[in-house]
């Protein structure tokens, strides 16, 4: 596999994830643990380099997180952002301390073109602030290389020891060179070859699947999400009709999704695999008769699905190896990155099944960021459509149908949906947001069609801007848009004669409605 790993050691900052992506932008193998790590652990894991992040203490205070004034000393290239900078520069003897000014957002700082970390960058440029302490006198060894008007050391630099310190924030895309200087920093400080690409990854994985599976079976529960079909087709590529893929319509997907989904990897698809297609829709229906409360309804739905996912899997008897698609992110989450492997028993929908005989997890993306999961996907040649979908929850239209939910609201939910799904790509806005969709809401009101009274439903439409979907704000869109997919609603859909949008970002509100 990839020889090469920087490390980033996570001192608790908000953007630990992003210094690990933006590395691995670069070519770069990168993995987060915390700053607590072990330097014997850090030292068998021989990496290239090491970042240390950003975080939200004073490093001069009582108990906050520091690091071994050893770690400075194994001869690995490190780099401090912003509070690993402040650390770098406590632990060697410098000083750090409250700032007289907090800087904070774009500001402009001046670089030493001549230090390796800015070869290529211009000498004015600007970047990301963020800090309310700040560097007052280097460590012995080190010179300032950069600046701002209100910070005398913006960055320092110890070249004959390979260390450095940046204040500001280069992982954040407002550093207008931020991911040049990370760039600089792996390949002319750590001196990487960047040996972290996709297409030898697919490569390398499937034969790792090969040897790890040998002939035994293996069962994936598959959505069509973006996740899930990157571990189906990958898992596929390595060990055929050993795989069973088992997708199942809880009758609350979008509009013709289940048919998609089947047309792309069933018997008349592009894969050579095992699909069974388990048309459950009637049994979640029954299932969620008279259920108004959305977590109750989230709940039938999970558990349902497990059971449906349970009889298919006995059906098909033993298996050796069952598929979750975890990713990076939910291994960083649920406790740091590689510390500890840690399963994450809730996925998607709802978990994994408990009674389902199988001897062990394989989660082939384990190691992926979302963006990775795409690149891999495409290389697999899986349609774009499928690759750059937004995402659509587990429970589906579930808790997109405010109050009970039943077959003629899910064709209401699901017909407006299309509409206004096919008039967002018209209006070339699919790519501008991160995710747009119509919610039935449970208001019936009055209104007039023709000379007739009507009593009906009064559909929500949704559209948000978000990076990490843990904030959000609702996405301006032409008022002519809206329009026409107001009148093409009303017009179309059986049962609405009121379209609504939501302005509400996140918080207060959330993305879905339920
Ligand atoms: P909220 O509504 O919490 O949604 O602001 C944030 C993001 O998560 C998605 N979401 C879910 N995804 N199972 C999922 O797989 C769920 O139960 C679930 N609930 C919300 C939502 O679509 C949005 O992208």
């Known amino acids: 596999m990839h020889k090469e790993l920087v490390i980033v050691l996570d001192f608790g900052g908000q953007y630990n994830q992003l210094v690990a992506r933006r590395v691995r932008e670069c070519n770069v193998y990168c993995e987060i643990y915390s700053y607590k790590t072990d330097l014997a652990k850090i030292q068998e894991m021989r990496p290239k380099g090491i970042i240390l992040t950003g975080g939200p203490n004073s490093c001069y205070e009582e108990g906050a997180p520091a690091c071994d004034k050893a770690l400075f000393k194994m001869g690995i290239p490190i780099l401090g952002l912003c509070y690993g900078a402040q650390v770098m520069m406590h632990v060697l003897g410098g000083t750090v301390e409250k700032a007289p000014v907090r800087e904070y957002g774009k500001t402009n700082v001046h670089v030493n073109p001549l230090s390796a970390l800015f070869s290529d960058v211009p000498e004015d440029t600007v970047c990301w602030m963020s800090h309310f302490d700040y560097i007052s006198k280097t460590a012995p060894g080190f010179d300032v290389c950069a600046h701002t008007s209100e910070c005398p050391v913006a960055a320092a630099e110890n070249p004959s020891e390979k260390l450095y310190a940046i204040q500001f924030h280069p992982e954040v895309l407002h550093t207008q060179y931020g991911t040049k200087m990370l760039s600089n920093f792996v390949y002319n400080v750590c001196g990487c070859s960047g040996d972290w690409r996709m297409d030898a990854y697919v490569e390398q994985q499937i034969e790792a699947l090969r040897d790890k599976i040998g002939s035994g079976r293996v069962l994936c529960a598959l959505s069509g999400g973006v996740d899930s079909s990157v571990a189906a087709v990958l898992l596929s590529k390595a060990i055929g009709s050993q795989l069973t893929c088992v997708f ?221 979907f843990m904030t959000a704000e609702s996405a301006e869109i032409p008022f002519s848009v809206l329009q026409t997919v107001m009148t093409r609603i009303i017009n179309e859909v059986r049962g609405v004669n009121r379209v609504l949008y939501d302005l509400t970002s996140k918080p207060p509100g959330t993305i879905e409605f339920e």
Do not use: C
């Open 248 to 468: 199942v319509d809880h009758g609350l997907l979008r509009k013709n999704e289940g048919d998609e989904v089947e047309a792309v990897f069933g018997p008349d698809g592009d894969y050579d695999l095992n699909f069974i297609r388990v048309n459950a829709q009637e049994r979640f229906y029954e299932k969620l008769s008279g259920v108004e409360e959305p977590e109750a309804k989230r709940k039938i739905i999970g558990e349902e699905f497990i059971r449906v996912f349970e009889q298919e899997a006995k059906k098909i008897g033993k298996v050796d190896f069952l598929v979750q698609g975890t990713i990076y992110p939910d291994v960083v989450e649920s406790g740091l990155g590689g510390e500890s492997a840690v399963i994450k028993s809730h996925h998607n929908v709802g978990g994994l099944p408990d009674t389902v005989d199988f001897k062990e997890i394989i989660e082939p993306l384990r190691d992926l960021f979302k963006d990775e999961v795409r690149k891999v996907g495409l290389e697999l040649g899986i349609p774009e459509y499928l690759v750059f979908r937004q995402p659509f929850p587990g429970p589906g239209l579930g808790i997109r149908i405010i109050g009970e939910i039943n077959a003629e609201k899910v064709r209401i939910v699901q017909d407006a949906d299309a509409i206004y799904r096919e008039e967002i790509a018209k209006a070339g806005l699919d790519k501008a947001i991160n995710q747009y969709f119509a919610a039935l809401t449970n208001m019936r009101s009055v209104g007039v069609m023709g000379d007739e009274r009507t009593y009906d439903y009064a559909v929500a439409l949704r559209a948000v801007k978000t990076i990490d």
